[in-house]
């Protein structure tokens, strides 16, 4: 008994003196609740869930979006993590949606069916920053009828011949014009006023970004406290936007003065260190010459030969490093720490979409010990988690493509992902061979870029195009650009469920397939009618989902 009251103090020691450790590391989350009163069959069956979203701060352009059933009378209940004190988040049903401010503990959103098309603020706040909430909806009520909102030519003009500082006054003052009308019509809560304010200043400084990447200016450092405020603990869109644009600006910098030959790359030390911790087939005496080379920092014209050969072995891997680490070091003279941190963080959250599993985790392994700021950490974590939550199903398909021959046909690597390729045939006969597959629905063929953000993206809004339509009648085929690394088109298809015919080509079957589409841009859709026959070339894109679904329509 007595050896069990000392195993019993020294574990309770052990979960006391871990207890503060253990409530940093986790992180907290807001609990949504709410209810849809007077909800009809009808109105349930065209909108059966209710959605809340959230920011990351590294990457803008993508909502995390948690779905909540309805249940029958109306009430929902999801819960989502965060990783700021506080943020902003969406709610939508169908057409409806509002802005909230999210903070650790339990909220609450009602709505009233009968009035949710009529009421300016159909929405009643409860629970944690109910009254800020509440506010804010009158807000934007109010700014959505305000006459004088911020327009973007006409800002253009105004600042066109300003100096920066001056320009970010001007745009500061076009943002917030909006909520000082609105404060002289109601007292505002201070949390409210910090809200739009924050928001305002960041819109600002997402419009200088993008005119000081346009035309090639340079901010100078003396306005970084406005543009990015130290220690801000309230994460908005436009605080995430604003970041991300300061990220594109600062690439464009690095690259302009790379290229005139104003910075260095890697220093000789860093080189040998990537060397000799990623490249292949090392012998004994190569690791000591790079272990020599790291501690004098230092090498000779000759020595040059002996890097390049080893870069040589392994060039993907150490490509993606060596790119990645010049950004950083050239960096470093333009920013100060805390935003190197954040560029640091961003760039890899950027790369992980455009790369296979294997790289992904590579380079995450080897970057985010670098990132030490605990949200911007937490917020790459969770992207990173996104991207690799489904290796195993994505493994399994790669997996199915290297067990299969090198001609396949329809070969499904996923649920509902079929592949086709075959290196010693026509491009336009691959392609004849699935239209003539799909004859009888109409087809809309996608050209696209699956290494960039906006191909990706298209790839994601053909899937919205595709479910409108039955299988009976609709079949959508993706034509991928070809790229060195021919292993990332079919993880991404399986990764965000792709549905649909994907042909694989090399450049020249490429060529041969397309020819007959006349496609204006990398980017390109193309509508077969029932019979096979082309009807529109360069036909709108599924992000102009409304343009693109009439012209469906009109063939079905």
Do not use: C
């Amino acid at each position: 008994m007595r050896n069990y009251f000392r195993l019993f103090r020294a574990v309770l020691s052990v979960v006391l003196f871990l207890a503060p450790f253990l409530s940093q590391a986790q992180t907290d989350s807001v609990i949504v609740t709410g209810r849809i009163r007077n909800l009809t069959a009808r109105l349930y069956r065209e909108s059966p869930t209710v959605l809340v979203s959230r920011n990351n701060i590294l990457q803008a352009s993508r909502e995390l979006v948690r779905p909540a059933s309805l249940n029958v009378d109306g009430t929902f209940r999801v819960s989502l993590p965060l990783i700021y004190p506080q943020e902003e988040m969406y709610f939508n049903y169908g057409r409806i949606s509002t802005a909230f401010l999210a903070a650790p503990g339990t909220l609450s959103i009602d709505l009233d069916a009968d009035s949710l098309f009529t009421a300016a603020v159909p929405f009643r706040f409860g629970g944690v920053n109910a009254q800020v909430n509440s506010q804010f909806a009158r807000y934007k009520a109010f700014e959505a009828a305000f006459a004088d909102k911020p327009d973007g030519k006409k800002l253009t003009k105004q600042i066109s011949e300003e100096t920066i500082a001056a320009s970010f006054r001007i745009l500061s003052a076009a943002y917030r014009a909006p909520f000082d009308a609105f404060a002289k019509r109601e007292k505002v809560f201070p949390l409210v006023a910090r809200w739009i304010t924050t928001s305002s200043r960041y819109n600002a400084a997402a419009f200088l970004y993008d005119k000081a990447t346009y035309e090639n200016e340079k901010i100078p450092t003396s306005l970084a406290d406005s543009l990015r405020p130290a220690n801000d603990q309230l994460l908005t869109a436009s605080r995430a936007s604003a970041m991300n644009r300061f990220a594109t600006y600062i690439t464009q910098r690095v690259s302009t003065e790379s290229a005139n030959g104003r910075t260095n790359g890697l220093t000789v030390r860093m080189l040998s260190t990537l060397l000799e911790r990623y490249g292949k087939n090392l012998t004994a005496e190569e690791r000591i010459r790079l272990h020599d080379y790291a501690i004098k920092n230092s090498a000779r014209a000759a020595d040059l030969r002996f890097f390049d050969g080893l870069v040589k072995r392994s060039p993907d891997t150490l490509q993606r490093l060596v790119s990645y680490e010049s950004l950083i070091e050239r960096s470093r003279p333009q920013v100060d720490s805390s935003s190197l941190n954040y560029l640091t963080a961003y760039w890899l959250a950027s790369s992980l979409p455009a790369m296979t599993l294997n790289f992904s985790m590579l380079l995450y392994d080897y970057a985010r010990p670098q990132v030490n700021e605990p949200a911007l950490g937490q917020s790459l974590d969770e992207l990173y988690r996104l991207e690799v939550k489904d290796s195993t199903r994505i493994r399994a398909a790669t997996q199915i493509i290297k067990n299969a021959s090198t001609n396949v046909q329809a070969l499904e690597i996923s649920p509902g992902v079929f592949v086709t390729k075959a290196q010693h045939s026509s491009g336009q006969l691959l392609l004849d061979q699935l239209i003539t597959a799909n004859r009888g629905k109409v087809i809309y063929v996608l050209l696209f870029s699956p290494s960039d953000e906006a191909g990706r993206q298209v790839a994601l809004d053909a899937q919205r195009l595709r479910s409108a339509y039955t299988p009976r009648d609709f079949a959508l085929i993706y034509i991928p650009m070809p790229s060195s690394d021919m292993a990332l088109f079919p993880e991404q298809a399986t990764r965000y469920n792709l549905y649909g015919d994907h042909l694989l080509l090399t450049e020249a079957q490429l060529m041969d397939a397309v020819e007959r589409f006349r496609p204006d841009n990398e980017t390109s859709g193309t509508l077969i009618n029932r019979t096979g026959k082309i009807i529109k070339r360069n036909a709108p894109l599924p992000g102009a989902f409304e343009e693109a679904r009439n012209l469906v329509d009109k063939n079905l």
